[in-house]
C-alpha cells in the first residue's frame, strides 16, 4: 500500500557516491555495534536521497519489481521511496537464512533521510545495501539484476564472518530471541554470553567452564577407547599399529572387516570402515596417514568393523537431547545420466543451497566418493539404470553432502541410560557420541553395537535442522544450561547522561557502603575505575565499557553516555536497570528508551525531578543547594 508524503519531494544538490544515471544517492555510512540513536541494537546507518536533476518513478514500480522476489512486502504501507527502500533492505539482509535482522527505522532529516538497519556483520549489511540500490537503479532504466547470483555472494560473504559458522550463528540468534546478551571478543576470538559474574566464554558448543583436559583426552581415540572400555562400554576389538605391515597383522588377528582411522583427528577425516582385503587395508591407512599432522608420529587404530549405521548421540549437560542418523548420499539413476550428472541435478535442488541453514550441503566429489564407486565397479561416468540407487560414500559426512537423519523419538531407554552415564565422565557442556548399531529402537545390551568415539565439540546442524525427520532445538538445551531467562545473564547496570569523577565515585562509595563484598566497575569520560582503584582509560570508550563487562567477578556496572558518544560509537550493551538523565538532549533521551522492565528513570530538567517507578511517576523540585546526587542515591537501593 502507497501513502503520499509531503516530504518526498527532499532532494540533495550535489551528487556524493551516486554515479551519472543514478536517481537515488546513499552516502555517510556508519555502524554502530549495540544500541544508538536510530535502533536499540547493533545498525548499519545512512544517508539517503534523491538526486536533484533525477525524478524517480512512482512508488508503484519500484514496489512491483521488488515483490517479485518478496511477495510479503506487498502488503505494507510505505510513505516513502526511503520507507520502501529501507524494508527491502532489511528483508534481504535475512539471507534466506532465517537472519534475527528483522529492525529498520527512516528519519527525515533536511535535505536527506537518515535509514538505520539492524546489522550483525558491518561487511555483509553494506553489501546488501548497495545491492538494493542497484535494484532500485535496474527499476530507473527498467533493467534485470541477478538476484540468485548476488544472494550467494551475500551469503558467503556471512559465512566467512566470525558469526557465520551454522552453530556460531545458531547460538548467537537464540541468546538474541531469549534476550541474553552477547557479544564478540575479537582479541580472544570467543563469543561472551551475559555480562560480568553472570558470563559464560566460549566459542560453538565449547565454553570456558569446560574442562581442556577432557576435551583434549577426547581426541586420544586409542586412550578414550581404553577408558570407555574399562568402564564397560562396548567398544570394538583393535590395537594402535605405526605402519601397514603391523596393521595388516591387527586386521588378520581380529579378522576382516576392519576400520581404520588416525589416532588424533576429528569429523571423520581419515576414517576408513569396512575394509575386506589387504589391498584395501594399504589405501586406507594411506588416507589415515595424511590426516595425522606433520608434527604428530604415525599412529593409526586398526579395530573389527561393526555391522550396522552410523549414528551421532548427543549430550547437553548430562543429558540425552538428541539422536541423528548419518547416511550417504545417493542418486537414483534414469538410464541415460551419468554419476556426475545425476549429482549435478541433486546439488540443485533447494535443500541443497549449502547456507547456514541448507539441511544438506552440496554433494562434493572427491577420492572418498571416487575409490567407493570403484569398489562398486562404477565412475562418476557410469551411467545406471533407471530407478536403481547408487551410495556414493562409504563413511557418511554431513559436510560431503550427505543426509541427516533424525532418530530422537525412536532411541530404546538402555541407549538414553549409556549415553547419558558416558556423559557423566566427561566435565563437559557437550557431548557427542557416535556410535554404530543396526537400530536404536534395539538395546545395546541385545543388538549390535559399539560406541566409536567422543566428540568435544559437537556440531549441532545435523540435529537443528535434519534433512529428515523433526528439528531438536539444541541452541536452546545449550543456553538453558547457562540461563534460565535473559535476566540470568545480566547484572544490574546504571547509565548516566552526565556524571563527573567525583559524583562517580560518590556513588561507588554509596553502594560499598551497602554491599561492601561487590566488585563495581564504573566509566565516565574522564575515568574507569574498578571499586575504588582507578585503571586505564581506552580512547575507545566502548571498549572500557566491554573490558569492565568481561570481568568474569563484576556484580554492577555504572555508566556515562553523553550525546557526543552516543552519535559516534552508540552504546555497548541495550537495556540498563536505573537511568539518571541530567538535562539531557533529545540524543541522550535514548538511554530511557531502552531502559528494562521494572527499573527506574530519573530525569532533572533544570530543577524540576520526575522518578518513573514501577509504572508510577513521581515529580518533585531541587531545594536551594539541595544536590541532584542525593535524589537518584536514594533510589539506587530499589534496584539492587
Known amino acids: 500500500m502507497i501513502q503520499n508524503n509531503i516530504n518526498e519531494t527532499v532532494r540533495i544538490n550535489t551528487r556524493i557516491n551516486a554515479r551519472k544515471t543514478d536517481v537515488f544517492d546513499i552516502f555517510n555510512f556508519k555502524h554502530y555495534l549495540g544500541a544508538n540513536p536510530y535502533l536499540n541494537s547493533g545498525a548499519l546507518v545512512f544517508d539517503f536521497a534523491?538526486?536533484?536533476?533525477?525524478?524517480?518513478?512512482?512508488l508503484e514500480d519500484y514496489l512491483a519489481g521488488v515483490?517479485?522476489?518478496?511477495?510479503?512486502?506487498?502488503?505494507?504501507?510505505?510513505?516513502s521511496h526511503a520507507d520502501l527502500f529501507a524494508r527491502t533492505a532489511c528483508e534481504m539482509g535475512k539471507l534466506e537464512m532465517d537472519m534475527y535482522l528483522n529492525k529498520w527505522s527512516v528519519k527525515p532529516d533536511s535535505q536527506k533521510y537518515k535509514i538505520a538497519i539492524q546489522s550483525l556483520h558491518e561487511r555483509t549489511t553494506r553489501g546488501v545495501i548497495y545491492f538494493v540500490w542497484d535494484w532500485f537503479e535496474a527499476i530507473n532504466q527498467d533493467g534485470n539484476i541477478d538476484f540468485?547470483?548476488?544472494?550467494?555472494?551475500?551469503?558467503?560473504?556471512?559465512?566467512?564472518?566470525v558469526y557465520g559458522g551454522f552453530t556460531v550463528y545458531a547460538l548467537w540468534r537464540t541468546a538474541e530471541k531469549k534476550g541474553?546478551?552477547?557479544?564478540?571478543?575479537?582479541?580472544?576470538?570467543?563469543?561472551?554470553?551475559?555480562?560480568?559474574?553472570?558470563q559464560i566464554r566460549g566459542i560453538a558448543?565449547?565454553?570456558?567452564?569446560?574442562?581442556?583436559?577432557?576435551?583434549?583426552?577426547?581426541?586420544?581415540?586409542?586412550?578414550?577407547?581404553?577408558?570407555l572400555k574399562s568402564l564397560g562400554f562396548p567398544v570394538p576389538e583393535g590395537d594402535i599399529v605405526k605402519s601397514d605391515r603391523e596393521a595388516l597383522a591387527v586386521a588378520k588377528e581380529i579378522g576382516y572387516p576392519v576400520a581404520i582411522k588416525p589416532v588424533v583427528g576429528h569429523k571423520g577425516i581419515g576414517v576408513t570402515p569396512d575394509v575386506r582385503t589387504a589391498r584395501e587395508l594399504e589405501l586406507a591407512c594411506d588416507r589415515a596417514v595424511k590426516a595425522i599432522p606433520e608434527e604428530l608420529p604415525t599412529r593409526i587404530i586398526v579395530e573389527k568393523s561393526i555391522k550396522g549405521r552410523d549414528f551421532r548421540l548427543l549430550c547437553v549437560n548430562g543429558k540425552f537431547i538428541a539422536a541423528t542418523e548419518r547416511r550417504s548420499a545417493s542418486v537414483v539413476g534414469d538410464g541415460y545420466s551419468t554419476i556426475d550428472e545425476l549429482i549435478r541435478e541433486e546439488n540443485c535442488k533447494p535443500v541443497r543451497h549449502d547456507t547456514q541453514t541448507s539441511a544438506m550441503s552440496k554433494i562434493l566429489c572427491d577420492e572418498a566418493m571416487e575409490?567407493?564407486?570403484?569398489?562398486?565397479?562404477?565412475?562418476?561416468?557410469?551411467?545406471?539404470?533407471k530407478d536403481e540407487t547408487i551410495y556414493l560414500r562409504k563413511v557418511a559426512n554431513l559436510l560431503a553432502g550427505d543426509v541427516s537423519i533424525d532418530v530422537t523419538s525412536t532411541m530404546h531407554p538402555d541407549n538414553i541410560i549409556l549415553a547419558q552415564d558416558i556423559d557423566q565422565y566427561f566435565r563437559l557442556t557437550c557431548v557427542?557420541?557416535?556410535?554404530?548399531?543396526?537400530?536404536?529402537?534395539?538395546?545395546?545390551k541385545e543388538g549390535s553395537f559399539a560406541v566409536l568415539e567422543i566428540n568435544a565439540a559437537p556440531g549441532i546442524l545435523m540435529h537443528l535442522n535434519p534433512a529428515v525427520g523433526c528439528r531438536v532445538d539444541v541452541p536452546s538445551h545449550i543456553l538453558n544450561a547457562f540461563f534460565e531467562s535473559g535476566n540470568d545473564g545480566r547484572i544490574p547496570i546504571m547509565t548516566f547522561n552526565k556524571i563527573s569523577v567525583c559524583d562517580l565515585k560518590e556513588t561507588i562509595n554509596h553502594i560499598l557502603s551497602q554491599y561492601p563484598d561487590w566488585i563495581i566497575g564504573a566509566v565516565c569520560r574522564d575515568g574507569v575505575f574498578i571499586n575504588h582503584s582507578e585503571k586505564i582509560l581506552s580512547p575507545d570508550y566502548n571498549k572500557n565499557v566491554q573490558n569492565l563487562l568481561r570481568n568474569p567477578n563484576l556484580d554492577l556496572l555504572i555508566a556515562e553516555y553523553d550525546e557526543n558518544i552516543l552519535?559516534?560509537?552508540?552504546?555497548?550493551?541495550?537495556?540498563?536497570?536505573m537511568v539518571v538523565l541530567n538535562n539531557p538532549s533529545d540524543t541522550e533521551m535514548m538511554i530511557a528508551r531502552d531502559i528494562l522492565d521494572d527499573s527506574i528513570l530519573v530525569i532533572r530538567k533544570e530543577d524540576n525531578i520526575t522518578i518513573h517507578r514501577q509504572g508510577l511517576i513521581e515529580e518533585s523540585s531541587l531545594g536551594k543547594d539541595e544536590s541532584f546526587t542525593r535524589v537518584y542515591l536514594e533510589e539506587i537501593g530499589t534496584i539492587l
Request: net charge negative.
Open 67 to 79: 515483490c517479485k522476489y518478496f511477495p510479503n512486502l506487498g502488503n505494507e504501507t510505505y510513505q
Open 432 to 444: 557427542g557420541i557416535d556410535v554404530i548399531a543396526e537400530s536404536l529402537e534395539i538395546s545395546w
Open 371 to 385: 575409490l567407493y564407486l570403484d569398489e562398486q565397479g562404477l565412475s562418476l561416468d557410469s551411467v545406471i539404470e
Open 567 to 577: 552519535e559516534a560509537e552508540g552504546m555497548f550493551y541495550c537495556g540498563s536497570n
Open 205 to 227: 558448543t565449547t565454553f570456558d567452564c569446560d574442562s581442556h583436559l577432557d576435551s583434549d583426552f577426547t581426541t586420544r581415540k586409542d586412550d578414550c577407547k581404553a577408558f
Open 180 to 198: 541474553i546478551p552477547t557479544f564478540y571478543l575479537w582479541e580472544e576470538g570467543l563469543i561472551q554470553y551475559g555480562f560480568g559474574k553472570n
Open 50 to 58: 534523491i538526486a536533484d536533476d533525477r525524478e524517480a518513478l512512482p
Open 148 to 161: 540468485d547470483e548476488q544472494l550467494t555472494i551475500l551469503q558467503n560473504r556471512f559465512r566467512h564472518s
